[in-house]
């Protein structure tokens, strides 16, 4: 029998976490966070990372796994991913894949382009252009070297902007170009892949404010703080480049006001959302779902091509 595997998709705020632990009750699976801000150690609350009491009842793999002054790449997180996967397998069990980065989950499943790795020195000199110019501007020149990834990303989406500059100006080609020449180390599982929807968009926005707010009150501001008073860590890192803490960051920093931090935050977390549908509609055989019956769903689709 071919190993098996689940995928459970979905925009921000939907509700993924918690489907995936009631899968969890039924279903002997074993749950590996798809997520690129939960890897690092003390992105809690921000992220919506189960609390450690959740995470004792029912384990996730790949959470808390990378310091915040580091740097986690989707090639590490396809080593991590597989290795984790192979292990609930040899336990025979069946390995969950749930988040939200669909990056993540697209190299996984199709393969990974062989990519430069990152450059230091080059990272800092776009850095610097971009303190200077803007990241607008830095989106334009994408778009002149490659105009098929410039227009999928948003002006403002200053790490994806950077990262594809450097590929471009590293290899001589464009990022579009590399991923044509993909390798074809896809993943060998029968696949189970479901997006879990909301409703509605408007449902889903209320919803995103309403979750950052709570963020707030358990205590978001304090989390951040207590990153950004280490001393190690700075607004170009990924893990402050986290959605919400972003804002947060650029609050403490005296460079915006709170009303306008937790403004920014909600209309981020949004964006995010709107990318994440925008990639759920165009993926191969996946099955959308919403809460109501999401749950038979997926049981019954796992149930009706196993032995269990």
Same mark, same amino acid.
């Given at each position: 029998?071919?190993?098996?595997?689940?995928?459970?998709?979905?925009?921000?705020?939907?509700?993924?976490?918690?489907?995936?632990?009631? !899968? $969890?009750?039924?279903?002997?699976?074993?749950?590996?966070?798809?997520? &690129?801000?939960?890897?690092?150690?003390?992105?809690?609350?921000?992220?919506?990372?189960?609390?450690?009491?959740?995470?004792?009842?029912?384990?996730?793999?790949?959470?808390?796994?990378? =310091?915040? @002054?580091?740097?986690?790449?989707?090639?590490?997180?396809?080593?991590? $991913?597989?290795?984790?996967? *192979?292990?609930? +397998?040899?336990?025979?069990?069946?390995?969950?894949?749930?988040?939200?980065?669909?990056?993540?989950?697209?190299?996984?499943?199709?393969?990974?382009?062989?990519?430069?790795?990152? =450059? $230091? *020195?080059?990272?800092?000199? !776009?850095?610097?252009?971009?303190?200077?110019?803007? +990241?607008?501007?830095?989106?334009?020149?994408? %778009?002149?070297?490659?105009?098929?990834? %410039?227009?999928?990303?948003?002006?403002?989406?200053?790490?994806?902007?950077?990262?594809? !500059? *450097?590929?471009?100006?590293?290899?001589g080609e464009s990022v579009h &170009?590399?991923?044509?020449?993909?390798?074809?180390?896809? !993943? =060998?599982?029968?696949?189970?892949?479901?997006?879990?929807?909301? /409703? &509605?968009?408007?449902?889903?926005?209320?919803?995103?404010?309403?979750?950052?707010?709570?963020?707030?009150?358990?205590?978001?501001?304090?989390?951040?703080?207590?990153?950004?008073?280490?001393? =190690?860590?700075?607004?170009?890192?990924?893990?402050?480049?986290?959605?919400?803490y972003r804002q947060m960051w650029?609050?403490?920093? @005296?460079?915006?006001?709170?009303?306008?931090?937790?403004?920014?935050?909600?209309?981020?977390?949004?964006?995010?959302?709107?990318?994440?549908?925008? +990639?759920?509609?165009? +993926?191969?055989?996946?099955?959308?779902?919403?809460?109501?019956? $999401?749950?038979? /769903?997926?049981?019954?689709?796992?149930?009706?091509?196993?032995?269990?």
């Amino acid at each position: 029998m071919q190993n098996q595997a689940i995928f459970l998709m979905g925009p921000t705020a939907v509700g993924k976490t918690a489907l995936a632990v009631q !899968l $969890a009750q039924r279903l002997p699976v074993d749950l590996i966070s798809v997520d &690129s801000a939960m890897v690092y150690v003390g992105l809690d609350i921000g992220t919506g990372k189960s609390t450690p009491a959740e995470l004792a009842s029912t384990p996730q793999q790949l959470i808390d796994i990378c =310091d915040p @002054n580091q740097a986690y790449s989707v090639a590490q997180f396809c080593l991590d $991913a597989r290795a984790a996967m *192979e292990r609930s +397998w040899q336990q025979r069990r069946i390995p969950l894949l749930v988040g939200g980065t669909m990056l993540y989950f697209k190299a996984l499943q199709f393969g990974l382009a062989e990519l430069p790795a990152a =450059d $230091a *020195e080059l990272r800092n000199k !776009l850095a610097q252009q971009a303190t200077e110019l803007g +990241w607008p501007a830095m989106h334009a020149q994408l %778009a002149i070297l490659d105009p098929v990834t %410039a227009q999928r990303l948003s002006v403002n989406d200053s790490q994806r902007i950077q990262r594809a !500059l *450097e590929i471009n100006i590293l290899t001589g080609e464009s990022v579009h &170009s590399s991923y044509a020449r993909q390798s074809l180390n896809t !993943l =060998d599982y029968k696949l189970h892949s479901f997006a879990l929807l909301p /409703t &509605s968009r408007e449902d889903l926005h209320a919803v995103i404010a309403q979750r950052f707010m709570h963020m707030l009150n358990l205590g978001f501001e304090t989390e951040v703080r207590n990153l950004y008073n280490r001393g =190690d860590l700075h607004a170009q890192l990924p893990a402050i480049r986290s959605v919400g803490y972003r804002q947060m960051w650029q609050y403490l920093n @005296n460079e915006i006001n709170y009303a306008v931090m937790t403004q920014k935050a909600i209309a981020a977390t949004r964006q995010v959302a709107k990318r994440q549908l925008t +990639w759920l509609r165009s +993926w191969p055989d996946v099955v959308n779902i919403n809460n109501s019956a $999401a749950l038979d /769903t997926i049981i019954n689709s796992v149930l009706d091509s196993s032995n269990y």
